[in-house]
């Protein structure tokens, strides 16, 4: 088996600053927060930006940019930049950013969804931004919007800037969009698949959950056709993990999805995260990936023909 690509979610649009006194969401935060996940041993890092005032989600190509330019000074990860945004942002708002910085990878969502964040309300608690609770309510009423129009944009950016798209599929209709869009030659094998599985209105974490969307991908694609990693939420990050590194697949950890280090105790860092699942790599006997393995594995285009 290849050397398994762990990559760090650094801090997403789906916690809120109050939940969790570790989350990064100063522009600074993020930068120390994703250098220290790859120190740990990432080889991938996943960037959402933040309002560095209140810590709200942030399509903003300027906070992008400094984000961004400030890993790949100090740090040699690959930068895996979101096109997921918030599900409260415009399909326009979230791709933009494609275009401005030609990153390496970027995120593409398959499909439409509901998105609930609102569990996060059922534990009181004191809310540091008066953005926090009225954005977790909104999200009951949330879709997620990524329409065929939208999955096809969206494959004429990545193929024009030559970026390799992260495929998150977040149930098995997903998977069969993704094979739409190979069927008119939008999107072209060896693909790279991330399984986002336990967020509300999405699959679960069940272990047969998981084990159900690799054979479906295997039947549509082929066992050759693409790379799979594993990114669920809450509990379902460490227990799928060791799953998909048995099946020679991929993990992806971090605050984004998940706040704690075990059961009762919160994740201090990203990279506490990432040294669990270093550990779990290697307890199972299985290497993990460089920047550089990463990048041969996918296929990248490498960090000098980046715009940033």
């Known amino acids: 088996m ?3 690509i762990i990559t760090a979610a650094i801090t997403g649009a789906i916690a ?3 939940v969790t006194p570790y989350l990064p969401w100063k522009t600074e935060d993020i930068i120390d927060s994703a250098v220290g996940a790859a120190e740990a041993g990432a080889s991938i890092v996943h960037i959402h930006a933040r309002n560095p005032m209140d810590g709200s989600p942030s399509a903003d190509p300027e906070v992008f940019g400094q984000i961004m330019s400030g890993i790949k000074e100090r740090a040699y990860v690959v930068i895996c930049m979101t096109t997921g945004g918030s599900p409260a942002m415009t399909v326009q708002e979230r791709t933009a950013n494609v275009t401005r910085f030609e990153p390496e990878m970027c995120s593409f969502n398959l499909g439409s969804m509901n998105f609930g964040l609102q569990q996060a309300l059922k534990k009181e608690r004191k809310w540091q931004f008066e953005w926090e609770p009225k954005y977790l309510e909104a999200s009951k009423d949330f879709v997620f919007k990524n329409t065929f129009h939208d999955l096809e944009h969206l494959c004429g950016l990545v193929r024009k800037y030559g ?8 149930d098995v209709g ?3 969009n993704l094979a739409y869009l190979v069927r008119e030659g939008l999107m072209t094998p060896p693909m790279h698949i991330q399984f986002v599985m336990g967020v509300l209105g999405g699959i679960g974490t069940m272990p047969e959950d998981l084990i159900f969307l690799k054979r479906k991908a295997d039947t549509l694609f ?3 056709g693409y790379t799979w990693s594993v990114c669920a939420a809450s509990s379902g990050q460490f227990n799928l993990a060791p799953i998909s590194i048995q099946m020679g697949g991929h993990v992806r950890v971090g605050l984004e999805d998940n706040i704690y280090l075990r059961k009762g105790v919160l994740a201090e ?3 506490q995260l990432v040294e669990k699942a270093v550990a779990m790599v290697t307890d199972m006997g299985r290497q993990v990936a460089t920047p550089a393995d990463a990048r041969r594995i996918l296929g990248l285009k490498g960090i000098d023909q980046v715009k940033y």
Do not use: I, M, Q, T
Not at 163 to 170: I, R, T, W
């Open 2 to 4: 290849e050397p398994v």
């Open 163 to 170: 970026v390799k798209p992260e495929l998150e599929a977040y």
């Open 16 to 18: 809120v600053p109050s």
């Open 174 to 176: 997903h998977l069969y």
């Open 269 to 271: 860092s990203n990279a």
């Open 222 to 224: 082929g066992a050759e």
